[in-house]
């Protein structure tokens, strides 16, 4: 069963929290942005880190859930990477540049979805 929306940036994130990304936000942008319906948006603190995350979001929701980003940009040593899954764009980063470009004061108009509580199927 592929998952789209809401839950398909609750799975991303739940992967990326399992390999202790840092500060995991889901930023829901329907209402202020014709791109996409959600961001996801966490920090990696090291390199080794960034590309465990990188590899394991777009792994096992792959995995899981027979959905793959479209298009990636960006690689781990550039400390910035979004995978592209069309309703849902992740931003893997690191701390100093996820400061320094401020996404979430960037979407500051759209809703912060509370991840942690809500469920989504288990696998395809």
Do not use: N
């Not at 839950?7 to 791109?35: F, P, T």
């Not at 319906?37 to 995350?53: E, F, H, K, N, W």
């Not at 793959?68 to 893997?92: F, N």
Request: glycine share 6%; with cysteine.
């Amino acid at each position: 069963m592929a998952i789209k929306g809401l839950e398909l940036a609750v799975a991303c994130a739940k992967a990326a929290d399992e390999l202790k990304a840092e500060d995991i936000r889901i930023l829901d942008v329907r209402k202020v942005s014709s791109i996409t319906d959600y961001l996801v948006v966490c920090t990696g603190t090291s390199m080794p880190q960034l590309r465990a995350i990188l590899r394991d979001v777009s792994g096992k929701v792959g995995e899981a859930y027979g959905v793959r980003p479209v298009h990636s940009e960006g690689r781990a040593d550039t400390r910035w990477v979004v995978l592209d899954y069309i309703d849902v764009m992740v931003h893997v980063m690191d701390p100093e540049l996820r400061g320094f470009y401020g996404l979430e004061a960037l979407w500051k108009d759209a809703p912060e979805i509370s991840w942690r509580a809500i469920d989504v199927p288990k696998s395809a």
